[in-house]
């Protein structure tokens, strides 16, 4: 079942945000989790989560990670998604991109690795995000294809935004078929951007009718942006959904 959610805007009021949420009909919303801590603003630790539970609409945690964290707040992170009732986790690698080496994808294999048994018996699936060009590791076709060969279990969230072509988008797709999406608008000489759908040179039809045509799963609109730019994104992407699904 295809589902539609929303990035939270962090620094927003979390209650106006699920309101939001619900009045436009999006299915659940994305928060992030870096250095040990729930990425939210005007909400006292340690209640954040208690808070987040007692409003009690869906969330996924998008947590943000270096090979290092795995150790150091893996298992702070399953504690949470299972406190929370859910069984869903997003982890976007990262590392000082001047301090990447050929050895990294290798340590961040390592971790997932110790990750996924982790989580597998917990019941919990974890999705591990593409990056790109910017972040200079777990970008090429090759280095995502070391690691879900070497960790089965992982499952792959594709950030749309993150390629550099529909070339480079079809190479990804190739490795492992994801179930669960980033979408955000990006023009393609550019190395990084997450606009509004209503921007950039991705043509989210053209996506979902040649290269994702049997997807089934999670979409997160990862727009930053005023109200009407991120209901124009929904309204784009629930097109395309109705069109190929219909």
């Given at each position: 079942m295809i589902t539609i959610g929303r990035t939270i805007r962090w620094l927003n009021n979390y209650t106006d945000e699920v309101n939001f949420c619900k009045e436009n009909g999006f299915?659940?919303?994305?928060?992030?989790?870096?250095?040990?801590?729930?990425?939210?603003?005007?909400?006292?630790?340690?209640?954040?989560?208690?808070?987040?539970?007692?409003?009690?609409?869906?969330i996924i945690?998008?947590?943000?990670?270096?090979?290092?964290?795995?150790?150091?707040?893996?298992?702070?992170?399953?504690?949470?998604?299972?406190y929370l009732g859910d069984n869903e986790v997003i982890i976007h690698p990262v590392y000082d991109k001047y301090l990447v080496t050929e050895k990294t994808e290798l340590e961040l294999i390592e971790k997932a690795i110790k990750f996924s048994k982790k989580a597998k018996s917990r019941g919990i699936?974890?999705?591990?995000?593409?990056?790109?060009?910017?972040?200079?590791?777990?970008?090429?076709?090759?280095?995502?294809k070391m690691l879900f060969n070497a960790d089965s279990y992982a499952e792959q969230i594709l950030d749309i935004a993150h390629i550099d072509n529909y070339e480079h988008l079809k190479?990804?797709?190739?490795?492992?078929?994801?179930?669960?999406l980033h979408?955000?608008?990006?023009?393609?000489?550019?190395?990084?951007?997450?606009?509004?759908?209503?921007?950039?040179?991705?043509?989210?039809?053209?996506?979902?009718?040649?290269?994702?045509?049997?997807?089934?799963?999670?979409?997160?609109?990862?727009?930053?942006?005023?109200?009407?730019?991120?209901?124009?994104?929904?309204?784009?992407?629930?097109?395309?959904?109705k069109q190929i699904y219909a």
């Open positions: 299915d659940f919303m994305q928060i992030w989790f870096k250095d040990g801590q729930i990425v939210l603003s005007n909400i006292p630790e340690p209640k954040i989560i208690e808070f987040i539970k007692n409003i009690g609409f869906p945690f998008h947590a943000v990670f270096t090979p290092a964290d795995f150790d150091l707040y893996g298992d702070t992170l399953l504690d949470m998604v299972e699936t974890w999705y591990l995000e593409n990056n790109s060009i910017i972040d200079k590791f777990h970008y090429k076709q090759d280095e995502l190479e990804i797709i190739d490795v492992k078929y994801p179930k669960c979408v955000a608008g990006k023009h393609f000489k550019k190395e990084h951007e997450h606009l509004s759908l209503t921007q950039g040179d991705i043509n989210y039809d053209l996506v979902f009718k040649k290269y994702l045509q049997d997807f089934d799963g999670r979409i997160i609109l990862e727009v930053i942006d005023i109200d009407k730019e991120i209901i124009r994104s929904k309204e784009i992407i629930e097109n395309v959904v």
